[in-house]
Nanobody, 127 residues
Framework: QEQLLESGGGSVQAGGSLTLSCAAS????????MAWFRQTPGKEREGVAA?????????YFDDSVKGRFTVSRGNAKNTVSLQMDSLKPEDTAMYYC???????????????????WGQGTQVAVSS
């Protein structure tokens, strides 16, 4: 059974940094898409960043995170990281790790195209 487990969330002041990690177990970590989404109460889940586990190509949802967030395959096998720098209060959200067996899913940002989801980790940025 595939499982995704996020870690690394927490509270930080604006301008600070956090690194989120996602560990996949029971999952085929070859040429798949792994992504980060975030969600705040009352809003739809939105994409943040994604990475192809096979080739390492990266994708970012929009300009609001480009240059501040970096997604990468983790040093440990079956892990993906999201380095978040220059955090802003508007980055406050529950962050979810997601995975798809289909590499072409990377960059689509459609929630229902990702088959596997973690439970989420909370990120809070204070001003």
């Amino acid at each position: 059974q595939e499982q995704l487990l996020e870690s690394g969330g927490g509270s930080v002041q604006a301008g600070g940094s956090l690194t989120l990690s996602c560990a996949a177990s029971g999952y085929r970590y070859n040429n798949n898409c792994m992504a980060w989404f975030r969600q705040t109460p009352g809003k739809e889940r939105e994409g943040v960043a994604a990475v192809l586990t096979g080739g390492g190509s990266t994708y970012y949802f929009d300009d609001s995170v480009k240059g501040r967030f970096t997604v990468s395959r983790g040093n440990a096998k079956n892990t993906v990281s999201l380095q978040m720098d220059s955090l802003k209060p508007e980055d406050t959200a529950m962050y979810y790790c997601a995975a798809s067996d289909f590499p072409e899913t990377c960059g689509s940002w459609f929630v229902d195209q990702f088959e596997y989801w973690g439970q989420g980790t909370q990120v809070a940025v204070s001003s």
